[in-house]
């Protein structure tokens, strides 16, 4: 890593106790302590919670320490930072990167303009188990859409120069396999193979560290028995020496100190030695500030220099040498009218359509009945996030805002275990001419250390659905959730079915939006939506299996390995398959719908086949599709292209998404969409020689809306 003449400059003139003081950030001591911390030489801190506070700390760290270094201001900006935008499993969910890049614009200008310098986002974490709660926090189950959604908002929190106001140095997280613990506990064991490890879960941190990610943060787990605090093989040999990462790994909350328990260390010496030679740069807790000078010299120099170095460094990537302090009057203390109509923009795009008997939209269709824990409820911010968001209003209110005439009866909380109030909604739907059921998880179900074994709807909210399904009026079922659910007990009743997620400051009036039509909910599932807990995990780019579970030729092989198939059961016995499930999820990845429909013409290729010589040259293959708006009113069609490798060396996915495109189409409009097909989007990682490969053969590539409604192209690799 090439340094400057002026972290050079102050290498040479750094005690060994100033180094390690770089090397720290410590959680959030009251202003005071932080000060004397910074006075004694810590160089990161969390955000004191205002400019001016920060202004004080920076004074104390440039003017009252020998070297007047100022200092890193990290906090968790996970998805706003006044104005609360849709969780990222919901921003995922929009299939617009464009969206994800704006909204952590967003984010990075109201945490920048506070003192925040550094945050510790995004969460590009693939992960297939929705009983894991820091779902939520990432982008869902696809490699591609993860890569895709952490470069977005990378360039979103850092621009094109850190050092320009209303950027923030991003965090990508949390390296490496932390989706995958056992069970969906958090912080639980990890064990996965090197060709999993290497076709999916660092291709989104390759993806993003090409993209410029200024940090990555080690996660809580193994990998293969050893801790990734104390992971040299992957923390140095693959992110450091491999990628050229020339950027800062920052350990996660006193997961330095967790090397203890994983019983990897003898002591604090020892563990904060192994850490930092496996190559964490800065320790989350303030472990080395504990240990005696001793203990230190264990740590090798070179090794403490080249940490430091790095840490210096993106102090000067962020100006801060140059301009330490904020304008504390510049500080936004709340959201702007153009920051909650982008975020109301995104609910409403991040907003799925799953069924829909027409009922949607509602226009202005008669008295609605409100129904469900959310109809008033305001928590809608999700989760991670922080005491001073802007807070969300409540759906009911939003609807009053508009003049809709609704009759609003909650009948039952979300964690209460009394019916008594679902008499009352049914009395209320016999004078009502539709009714909106509003369920989901609270947020505080959802995020860190909130994994759950049951992911049906809590309290008695199914038995509200059914009592509504059974009250003779249309109804609508809106999810609200940060993860997928087990639906299957209700969704068949449900005629029209919509997921909003955890929405943010403007959720309840994006729904609004989106029930009247005023928006068309046309995201598309990131994550599939299992039948069962049992079925977990369930993602539909699992592997070729040598007996595909099938119905005896009604459907191809192929169609029945992603979940596409009827209600009726599997009969054959020696298949892979639940004797009590039907086959897939319930809603596969990439489900969902528009309010407005489409035509899709033959998709067409450049070129029916191409050369090892040339895709390694950089040739690639362009696939167009023309795509009609058939409705009377515009609308978002979401096209999908999945790769199916038929013939390989390794076991390949059944279809594996390598391109998408979202597009809005006014009445009888009709569009091109072309995608570009190289390299990158037909190799996988070849273990026997440690590189990635493209094998000749045959290639498949399926486009379409979703899963389920895709046309199919072939062309050969020579």
Known sequence: MDRSARVSRLLADMTPREKLGQLQIVFRPRLDDAARLVRDGIGSVFWPRSAAAVNRLQRVAVTETRLGIPLLVGLDVIHGQRTIAPVPLAQAASFDPRLVEELARLAASEARSGGVTWTFSPMVDVSFDPRWGRVVEGFGEDVHLTSIMGRAMVRGYQGSDLSLPGTIAATAKHFVAYGQPEGGRDYNTVDVSEHRLRNIHLEPFRAVVDEGAASVMAAFNTVAGRPMHANSRLLTGTLKDEWGFGGVIVGDADGVRNLLPHGVAEDLADAVTQAFHAGIDIEMGGAPSDLDDAALTRIDSARIDDAVARVLTLKERLGLFERPYVHEQDERTGPTAEARSLVRRAAARSSVLLENDGTLPLGRRGRILLTGPYATSTDHLGAWTQSFGAEAGS????????????????????????????????????????????????????????????????????????????????????????????????????????????????????????????????????????????????????????????????????????????????????????????????????????????????????????????????????????????????????????????????????????????????????????????????????????????????????????????????????
């Open 395 to 718: 759906i009911a209110a939003a609807l009053s805002e508009r003049g809709i005439d609704a009759e609003v009866v909650p009948g039952v909380d979300f964690l209460d275990d009394d019916p008594g109030g679902i008499d009352e909604v049914v009395a209320a739907a016999a004078h009502c001419d539709v009714a909106v059921v509003v369920v989901g998880e609270p947020s505080a179900l959802s995020g860190e250390a909130a994994s759950r074994s049951d992911l049906r709807l809590p309290g008695r909210q199914t038995e509200l659905i059914r009592a509504v399904a059974g009250a003779g009026i249309p109804f609508v079922v809106v999810v609200v959730a940060g993860r997928p659910l087990v639906v299957g007990d209700w969704a068949e009743l449900a005629g029209s079915l919509v997921v909003v997620w955890h929405g943010g400051t403007e959720a309840a009036a994006a729904i609004v939006d989106v029930l009247l039509g005023d928006e068309d909910p046309a995201g598309r599932l990131p994550m599939s939506w299992p039948r069962s807990v049992g079925q977990v995990p369930v993602y539909y780019a699992h592997e070729n299996t040598g007996r595909p579970a099938t119905r005896g030729g009604t459907l191809s092989a192929e169609a029945e390995d992603v979940g596409l198939h009827g209600p009726d059961k599997v009969h054959e016995k020696y298949t892979s398959k639940y004797l009590d499930l039907d086959l897939g999820p319930q809603f596969a990845f990439g489900r969902g719908s528009s309010y407005a429909t489409f035509d899709h013409s033959i998709p067409r290729l450049s070129a029916s086949g191409v050369s090892l010589a040339d895709l390694g040259a950089g040739v690639t293959v362009t696939l167009e599709i023309d795509v009609t708006n058939t409705a009377s009113r515009s609308g978002d069609e979401v096209l999908q292209v999945f790769v199916q490798d038929l013939v390989a060396t390794v076991a390949q996915p059944v279809r594996r998404l390598i391109a998408f495109a979202r597009r809005t189409l006014a009445p009888g409009e009709t569009a091109t969409l072309a995608f570009e097909i190289g390299r990158d989007e037909l190799h996988f990682w070849d273990a026997s020689s440690a590189r990635f490969v493209v094998e000749p053969g045959l290639f498949r590539l399926h486009v379409g809306s979703t899963l389920a409604a895709t046309q199919h192209v072939e062309f050969r690799v020579s």
